[in-house]
């Protein structure tokens, strides 16, 4: 949007001080300040973006958006400057309309999906079903802009500027349809505020994420932010009801006057999971839709993805599509990348998955869902990440020992953490595991222990392309060292 100009007023913000600006770009990070820009000081984790106000009207800002502390902060040298200022409640949020307004386009049909696991499988399926009904669409979230428009991101839920500049280039590209995913973070510091909602869905409400959140009910509250304040009252949500926390969704929801529609095996359920029989490549799925019973076979490993595909055809049936055109596209949804992904496959007919489960809740789901396609053992390769919630090691290795008959801990992503220590955590949980921390040996061992009939389900990194130890990122593929591993063991190609 380079070469464009707006007021302030045509961003949805009213300066403090009344003075008239032209804003030429927005910053939230001080050091990417431009002349004219508007920065908005934030308040941090570590530190209150206040501190670089002063470094802002240095670099030529025009105009700062802030809170009261910022504001407080930076109040000399706001004084002695002629750059405006704005004094938000929530600075965040006023960031978000900016953004939007800024940016001024996003595909026509938007909907989000919030849940502790799921959400890249569910904006997947969703982006896949709308595809299949002909339109110009796209994921967004972990795995980057994946269809009808590509592009990497750093975030599952990017900031409101590289959101909002991605949802531009989408609708310039002509993408019409757009399934997001909500992390916690991202609503909780209103990152997709700004963005306008036909649909949002709920997946479930399980443990991740305590070290950023004080409290289970803390992140609890940041996800029904997306049906609290971001849908809006003529919005549908979709939400799965046989989750522990689903009601609780269901009823924020219906208190804002939204449309629900209820996912799930519950027999109240609008969208219902009847039943589902497993083969080596797939699933036949028995569900109902107002009571009206459909069989449909999808091309795909785990009962769970049974539940995300119901949610997505939920969210895209609540954007308004016919039900029965929607049921079938499902037998032609593909694989979501490093979900459950069949990675290589042993001369003995062994199955090596690739899946991203990385809570305690998700290694449990993802290996117990494998059981029913496996007739001989099931192997798993866990590890925990390094920078990240701590409680949930022994608890990830656990859900490991409870449902693999072999298990190998090994490291995922490090970062600053002395990766045996991080070992030892899971280990906690699974004493009788292997140890073994390079993580391309725990996978050719782990491959090596496949006999006919056994499966290997290698944990935690997914569609990820590098093992990040320290500041480094090495390259590391899961997918790619399984075919390595198979090939090694058994000659030639996977
Ligand atoms: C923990 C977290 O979410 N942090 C986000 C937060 O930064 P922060 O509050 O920690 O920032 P800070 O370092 O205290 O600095 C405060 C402010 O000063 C600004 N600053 C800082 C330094 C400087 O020189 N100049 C300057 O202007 C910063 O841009 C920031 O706005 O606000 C920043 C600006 O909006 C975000 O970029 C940053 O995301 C960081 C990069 C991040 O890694 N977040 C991860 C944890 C995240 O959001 N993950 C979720 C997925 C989680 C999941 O479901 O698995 C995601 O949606 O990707
Ligand atoms: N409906 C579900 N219920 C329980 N576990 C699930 C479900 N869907 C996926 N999972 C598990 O969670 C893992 C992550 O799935 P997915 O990437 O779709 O979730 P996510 O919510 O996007 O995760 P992230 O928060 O890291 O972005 C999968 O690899 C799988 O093991
Ligand atoms: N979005 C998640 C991804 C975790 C993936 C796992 N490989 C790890 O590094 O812990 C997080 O940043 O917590
Ligand atoms: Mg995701």
């Given amino acids: ?138 994921n967004l979230g972990t795995t980057g802009v994946e269809g009808a428009y590509e592009a990497p991101l750093a975030h599952t839920t990017p900031e409101p500027i590289t959101l909002h500049r991605i949802l531009r280039a989408c609708a310039d590209a002509g993408v019409t349809h757009a399934a ?15 963005v306008q909602l036909t649909a949002a869905g709920f997946t479930n409400f399980t443990q991740d994420h305590l070290d950023y959140h004080a409290t289970f009910d803390e992140y609890f509250a940041a996800k029904a932010g997306l049906f609290a304040r971001v849908l809006p009252e003529e919005g549908v949500a979709v939400i799965n009801i046989d989750d522990p926390r689903g009601q609780d969704m269901a009823a924020i929801a219906l208190d804002r006057g939204q449309q629900v529609i209820g996912v799930g095996r519950a027999p109240r359920a609008d969208l219902r999971l009847l039943a589902q029989r497993f083969d080596a490549t797939g699933q036949e799925v028995r569900f109902s839709f107002h009571g009206k019973a459909h069989n449909v076979r999808l091309p795909l490993i785990g009962g769970f993805q049974a539940e995300n595909v119901l949610l997505a055809a939920g969210l895209v049936i609540g954007c308004g599509e016919d039900s029965a055109r ?17 990675a290589a496959t042993r001369a003995n007919g062994a199955a090596v998955f690739v899946d991203y489960a990385h809570t305690p809740d998700a290694v449990a789901t993802a290996l117990k869902a ?39 801990v090994t490291d995922d992503n490090p970062r600053s953490e002395d990766p045996a220590v991080i070992r030892q955590a899971v280990m906690l949980g699974c004493p009788e595991a292997s140890e073994v921390g390079d993580r391309a040996e725990a996978i050719l061992r782990g491959v090596d222990a496949l006999g006919p009939g056994d499966a290997l389900l290698i944990a935690g990194k997914g569609h990820e392309s590098g093992q ?27």
């Fill in 1 to 138: 949007m380079s070469g464009q100009v707006k007021t302030l007023g045509e961003l949805g913000l009213t300066a403090q001080s009344g003075r008239m600006v032209q804003i030429t770009g927005l910053a939230v990070d001080s050091r990417l300040v431009k002349d004219g820009f508007l920065f908005a000081a934030l308040p941090g984790t570590k530190v209150h973006g206040g501190e670089f106000i002063q470094y802002a009207l240095r670099m030529g800002a025009a105009a700062i958006l802030t809170d009261a502390a910022g504001a407080r902060i930076a109040a000399a040298e706001l004084a002695a400057s002629s750059a405006a200022l704005i004094v938000a409640e929530d600075p965040r949020q006023a960031l978000a309309g900016a953004a939007a307004l800024w940016f001024g386009a996003q595909p026509a049909t938007m909907v989000a999906v919030t849940g502790t696991n799921g959400k890249t499988s569910v904006a997947t399926f969703t982006r896949h079903i709308w595809t299949e009904l002909g339109h110009a669409a796209v």
């Fill in 180 to 194: 997001m995913e909500a992390s916690s973070h991202g609503l909780s510091q209103r990152r997709l505020d700004g």
């Fill in 326 to 342: 929607v049921f079938e596209t499902l037998p032609h949804l593909g694989t979501v990348r490093g979900r459950m992904q069949l």
């Fill in 370 to 408: 494998l059981r029913p396609h496996v007739m001989g053992r099931l192997v798993a390769i866990v590890g925990a990440g390094g920078d990240r919630d701590t409680t949930k090691r022994p608890l990830m290795g656990q859900a490991a020992a409870e449902n693999a008959d072999l298990v190998i």
């Fill in 468 to 494: 990040t130890v320290g500041d480094d990122v090495f390259p590391f593929d899961d997918v790619e060292q399984a075919s390595v591993a198979v090939a090694a063991l058994d000659g030639g190609l996977a």
